[in-house]
């Protein structure tokens, strides 16, 4: 994936960034700088450069970047609350777009069968791009440990829209 191999040569060194992202205009978009700069609104000027290692990307070029490449892809991320949960508790889920608080938000699920299934999900979801995650108590306290995004708590029975919702209120 040209966006996630981007993010790594940026953090790795500027040098790095600035083959990769040469690499990524040229053989994997088969663009022109001119053509990446239409495409992404950022100066010619600026990408020419970072292209020929005069300028060092700011983290504000560097998203914007992300931003257009991850639409080219077709994998700019929506945002969603992860569930995790086992199979049979996912199946109660009947819509994957819940409305909380007037806004439509996106269901995505993570089945897992054991406490190692369940922080394996968690880290995929916040990677994913979840914005928030719901899980059940047994593993809620580990993943809080672990995750950035803020985790809310399955509670027996008909719980799950409550948790979902509350998790979205987490996110602000």
Known sequence: MTSDDLIRAAVES???FMKEF???IKEELRMTASEFSGK?????????????????????????????LRKIEGTEKADFIAV???????DYISEKKLKVGGKL??????SATSMEDAIVAAIRAERDGAKALVCAPIV?????????????TIMPKDSLIAAIELAAKKMG
Not at 105 to 110: D, M, N
Not at 143 to 152: C, F, M, N, T
């Open 40 to 68: 992404s609104g950022i100066p010619p000027s600026t990408i020419y450069k970072l292209l020929s290692g005069h300028r060092e990307p700011n983290i504000k070029t560097l998203r914007q970047i992300v931003e257009v």
């Open 14 to 16: 500027d040098e790095a």
């Open 105 to 110: 938000l996106t269901i995505r699920e993570y």
């Open 140 to 152: 809620s306290t580990t993943v809080e440990k672990v995750l950035r995004i803020p985790v809310a």
């Open 22 to 24: 040469a690499r990524i």
């Open 84 to 90: 995790i949960a086992a199979r049979p508790v996912l």
